[in-house]
């Protein structure tokens, strides 16, 4: 059975993506990200973990900074969530990071592999990074749309550097080289991909 919390955050990150999402190739993929979510994975039985980065979320993911009610509801169903979560660092390539990048960032995996519900098709996560930060450079098979909760900076193939701005969104293509880099304030995003071959 999915946990009520969980639900509740699926839920809300559905309506707060379909909202502010106008990419098409990004509303496509989020339909079937959450047709499939339909369906359940498997629970996971491992406890929480934050990393030393996660004193942020105070700032980044406080519901009084979101006046938006779809995205205040975001952000009330994460932090009922945030505590059954395991925060950890980027694994593999580092290429272009900032100074100080791997202490001062946290991933969680919400649905996906090592998820709170684990499964192989659909992964939907968050990213923290602390101030003044540059996360590296970095591809993937799964396409990806970001909802972003923060102020911060983003980088896609060979574009240059644009903020979306709080409830921005963003679609990566699958294998685009992309990143992120946070300014005076910790930068705070949820995304979610796509991992399984599209339909025919």
Known sequence: MRSESLQNFLDAAQSAF????QNPHATASLSRIFAALET????????????????HLEQAANPQNFPDP???RLIETFQTL???LQWWPRKGDWTNAG???GDNHANAMIVGPGGAERRSDVWIGASLVAPNIRYPDHDHP???TYLVLSP????????NWFEPGIGGTLYNPPGILHAMHSGDA???????LWAEPHPA
Do not use: I, N
């Open 99 to 101: 100074p100080g990048f």
């Open 40 to 55: 359940h994975g498997t629970p996971s039985d491992a406890l929480g973990s934050r990393l030393p980065p996660c004193v």
């Open 82 to 84: 945030e505590s059954d």
């Open 70 to 72: 779809t995205l205040h």
């Open 152 to 159: 911060g900076q983003f980088m896609q193939g060979l574009d």
């Open 142 to 144: 799964p396409e990806e």
């Open 18 to 21: 379909a909202t502010r999402v």
């Open 186 to 192: 910790p930068l705070f995003a949820f995304w979610a």
